[in-house]
């Protein structure tokens, strides 16, 4: 399964990650520089999870991110899972 949130969609980001080599001025070096910049990637908190709805009366199963947890427990489930088009 992709890791993309059910909820909001949010998804593996790339980036880059700064290496740096050599001792700081402050420590007695001459100091430092960076030598490359190295691709990386920025995964999603996913969790998944059981949601009781209530309007349903069953558990509904999504993956879903924290940022979408606190999105569930703001507006509530059935209101939240129905924006986003699983129920």
Known sequence: MARICSIRGTR???GGKIHRSGLAKKKGG???HVTKV???TV???LQTKRIWVP???RFVRVKLS???LKTVNKNGAYVTL???GLV
């Open 43 to 45: 995964s999603p908190n």
């Open 38 to 40: 190295v691709k990386r």
């Open 12 to 14: 593996v980001r790339s």
């Open 82 to 84: 129905k924006a986003a």
């Open 55 to 57: 309007e349903l009366n």
């Open 30 to 32: 001459i100091g430092r």
């Open 66 to 68: 924290c940022r979408a």
